[in-house]
């Protein structure tokens, strides 16, 4: 899974934000869609990884092409389970919260 990069000109958040206040928000961007979207990432990366390594086990794939993809598979398996264990971490801290 590549995280994407996006270039944000002062513009093009002003115009966002217009968006947000008018409720032109796109269908499908909060945050559960996002979620899941990240998710199904990591999950395909590991599918690929894995489908690789199995053809070099047969000794139809490239090695490089292998250790390169179960690299980024490991990466992105990381990355999910950092954000999980910050995610859990602040559920945690707001509720130990006085009200």
């Known amino acids: 899974m590549s995280i994407p990069v996006i270039a944000v000109t002062p513009s093009a958040a002003a115009e966002a934000y217009k ?8 269908k499908g961007n909060d945050f559960g869609d996002v979620l899941q979207r990240a998710v199904q990432g990591v999950v395909d ?3 690929q990884a894995e489908s690789l390594s199995t053809q070099a086990i047969a000794g ?4 490089t092409e292998v250790v390169a993809a179960v ?3 490991e990466l ?6 950092t954000i999980r264990d910050r995610v859990v971490q602040a559920y945690q ?7």
Do not use: E, F, H, W
Not at 19 to 26: E, F, L, Q, Y
Not at 76 to 81: H, S
């Open 19 to 26: 968006n947000i206040d008018t409720g032109a928000v796109a």
């Open 45 to 47: 990366t590991n599918k």
């Open 60 to 63: 139809a794939g490239n090695l």
């Open 71 to 73: 690299s980024k598979a």
């Open 76 to 81: 992105a398996l990381q990355t999910a389970t």
């Open 93 to 99: 801290d707001i509720m130990r919260m006085p009200i």
